[in-house]
């Protein structure tokens, strides 16, 4: 079925966002900024934790999994609000991908992947809030070093 092959495929770009925020908190981390690169630590385990979900499904419904090759992240920004910027867009895309799987779900009538797909779709709209509100905070306190010091003590306390 296409939906189970396009989930086959989600669990490769779930593991490619995870190596491109642990690439962003690599980036962090050079930068002293070790809230925020603690911060895309967690993420970037969530987005394991993903790919994990779908691994995990695709074995109950008795579907042999493939991995595929993970491209290389880029691993230089000019600032920490392209760095986060650049996060928000890459969560738009993969919220678009899984409402193309959903749409396929849908399609066939698989309501067992329907169910799975809701627990992704709400997920994926906390995600993008989340990268937002970053993305405007740091447009916000624009240049101002002190404010971004604050941010970075903030998003470190993420649990
Ligand atoms: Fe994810
Ligand atoms: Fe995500």
New binding site residues.
């Given amino acids: 079925m296409n939906t189970l092959k396009k989930m086959n495929e989600q669990i490769n770009?779930?593991l490619g966002?995870s190596y491109i925020y642990l690439s962003m908190a690599a980036y962090l981390t050079s930068k002293n900024l070790k809230g925020m690169a603690a911060w895309m630590h967690k993420q970037a385990n969530?987005?394991r934790e993903?790919?994990m979900k779908f691994f995990e499904y695709l074995n109950e419904r008795g579907q042999a999994v493939e991995l595929l090759a993970i491209e290389k992240p880029k691993n230089e920004w000019k600032t920490p609000l392209e760095l986060f910027e650049d996060a928000l867009k890459h969560?738009k895309k993969?919220s678009a991908l899984i409402s193309a799987i959903m749409e396929t779900a849908i399609i066939e009538k698989d309501y067992p992947s329907i169910a799975i797909l809701q627990w992704?779709v709400t997920?994926?709209v906390e995600?993008e809030a989340n990268a937002s509100e970053i993305v405007e905070k740091l447009k916000m306190i624009g240049e101002h070093k002190g404010a971004l010091l604050m941010i970075d003590k903030e998003l470190g306390a993420r649990q």
């Fill in positions: 770009h779930e966002s969530e987005e993903h790919a969560e993969i992704f997920e994926q995600e």
